[in-house]
Nanobody, 119 residues
Framework: QVWLVESGGGLVQAGGSLRLSCAAS????????MGWFGQAPGKEREFVAA????????YYADSVKGRFTISMDNAKNTVYLQMNSLKPEDTAVYYC????????????WGQGTQVTVSS
């Protein structure tokens, strides 16, 4: 079992920045990859970024490339999403999720944190 807790959301003006955090606990030794997803009002949850557990390979949705950066602190079992040059269309509830082994899907999810970008 893996538990994920997000933090760092809030209200920011367009062009501003936020850093989201996702703290993992439990069987963290089993985690293969971590991801961030965003769900805007009335829309489906969408992939934002992902990183191999322990650092290394990163992946981004085209819409956030060059603006968002995913990283992790191995000692703290925490994954971050640095969000720069925010746009109103980035407004969403952001969730972190964990893939427990290669080939598996995202099986563990946090509760989400709200990001609101005003124009």
């Amino acid at each position: 079992q893996v538990w994920l807790v997000e933090s760092g959301g809030g209200l920011v003006q367009a062009g501003g920045s936020l850093r989201l955090s996702c703290a993992a606990s439990g069987r963290t030794d089993s985690i293969y990859r971590m991801g961030w997803f965003g769900q805007a009002p009335g829309k489906e949850r969408e992939f934002v970024a992902a990183i191999r557990w322990g650092g290394g390979s990163t992946y981004y949705a085209d819409s956030v490339k060059g603006r968002f950066t995913i990283s992790m602190d191995n000692a703290k079992n925490t994954v971050y999403l640095q969000m720069n040059s925010l746009k109103p269309e980035d407004t969403a509830v952001y969730y972190c999720a964990a893939v427990p082994r290669p080939g598996a899907s995202y099986e563990y999810w946090g509760q989400g944190t709200q990001v609101t970008v005003s124009s």
